[in-house]
């Protein structure tokens, strides 16, 4: 799919229960109004996906149809079973994710093989009337790739902007992270790697949790970091 505006939908591309999405390709398409542009849910599956440029502004006029605290724009969400347990792929890259009343990203699935997220801009997210936490990006799975994106949370008075929370492990280098509460949120034993990030406006330490950290260098934090040092390997 190349081109093209899709308007007002509560969702864009919706798998429930089975079946799997094969190679596909959502090339420079524009996202107006839509709550969830692509979601995998039950025991679905991503075969091959690559959302590549494009826009997206995820809003409805009624709040029956607007995204709320548990919705994200793009949402994986699915729990394989058999052969289907880490079978797919995705990767976003030079998306405009302008504007969401949810989150933004969510990977939390056993489906997935590799994830990639690079050059994109999150712009605004958690951006509704209802107070709570609100994630950038949220993921548990297979190693992640998270490179060169900026995340602008443009806070709303009276919720918690979060940028990334991590319970798998991959690497997190070259992003720029602007008025987070932290900017990174890593759990699990799974070890990451975090260089040649910067952040700026954060409302507390940009980096926070209990995980494994393989590496932490290179990056510079506007506010100091609380945590033991790393170990490099």
């Not at 998306?95 to 994109?120: E, M, P, W, Y």
Request: with cysteine.
């Amino acid at each position: 799919m190349t081109g093209g505006l899709v308007y007002g939908y509560r969702y864009g591309i919706r798998i429930v229960n089975l079946g799997s999405m094969q190679v596909s390709t959502l090339n420079g398409v524009a996202w107006d109004g839509v709550s969830t542009v692509l979601s995998f849910e039950g025991g679905t599956f991503p075969a091959t996906v690559h959302m590549i440029g494009g826009y997206v502004w995820s809003y409805r006029g009624t709040a029956s149809d607007a995204n709320s605290a548990a919705d994200y724009v793009i949402n994986f969400s699915g729990s394989c079973t058999g052969g289907n347990i880490g079978i797919g792929t995705i990767d976003f890259e030079g998306v405009d994710f302008a504007n969401s009343k949810g989150g933004i990203l969510n990977f939390q699935t056993n489906c997935l093989r590799s994830a990639g997220v690079h050059s994109n801009a999150f712009r605004a997210w958690g951006q509704s009337t209802t107070h709570t936490t609100y994630y950038g990006l949220v993921y548990q799975g297979p190693p992640l790739d998270v490179a060169s994106n900026r995340f602008d949370s443009n806070p709303v008075s009276g919720s918690t902007m979060q940028c990334i929370l991590s319970y798998g492990g991959g690497n997190i280098s070259g992003n720029a992270f602007n008025g987070c509460n932290n900017a990174i949120t890593w759990l699990g034993s799974t070890a990451v790697n975090i260089t040649g990030n910067y952040s700026y406006n954060s409302t507390a330490v940009p980096i926070t949790g209990s995980g494994t950290l393989l590496q932490e260098n290179g990056n510079f934090w506007d506010v100091a970091l609380t945590i033991p040092t790393a170990t490099t390997c």
